[in-house]
Nanobody
Framework: VQLQASGGGLAQAGGSLRLSCAAS????????MGWFRQAPGKEREFVAV???????SYADSVKGRFAISRDNAKNTVYLQMNGLKPEDTAVYYC????????????????????WGQGTLVTVSS
């Protein structure tokens, strides 16, 4: 599975951006998909996951502001980011687990097998 993230850019605090992650292949619906982010000088952190079953979970820091979704017909997972804050500034990565696997330790990057290249989100105050 190859993943291509896009949609990053510059936003003002309180603004919105929508990230997309396009996946190769014809079995996209079998993969649980997650978003992580890494700010300068910090470790990569979990943002959100949408399991292949459709179950969704969020990090507490983005709950109520971000929304993850997927379109299996388009092989794409999205991250709608509203109410952006300067602390949301980071490189955002999409990732996929193994086929048919529920990611129980969803915040653990080791659960994910495939990673995209990242897209930079910068939020100005």
């Amino acid at each position: 599975v190859q993943l291509q993230a896009s949609g990053g850019g510059l936003a003002q605090a309180g603004g919105s951006l929508r990230l997309s992650c396009a996946a190769s292949g014809r079995t996209f619906s079998r993969y649980s998909m997650g978003w992580f982010r890494q700010a300068p000088g910090k470790e990569r952190e979990f943002v959100a996951v949408i399991q292949w079953t459709g179950d969704i979970s969020y990090a507490d820091s983005v709950k109520g502001r971000f929304a993850i979704s997927r379109d299996n017909a388009k092989n794409t997972v999205y991250l709608q980011m509203n109410g952006l804050k300067p602390e949301d500034t980071a490189v955002y990565y999409c990732a996929a687990g193994s086929q048919w696997k529920m990611l129980l330790r969803m915040s653990n990057a080791d659960e994910y097998v495939y990673w995209g290249q990242g897209t930079l989100v910068t939020v100005s105050s």
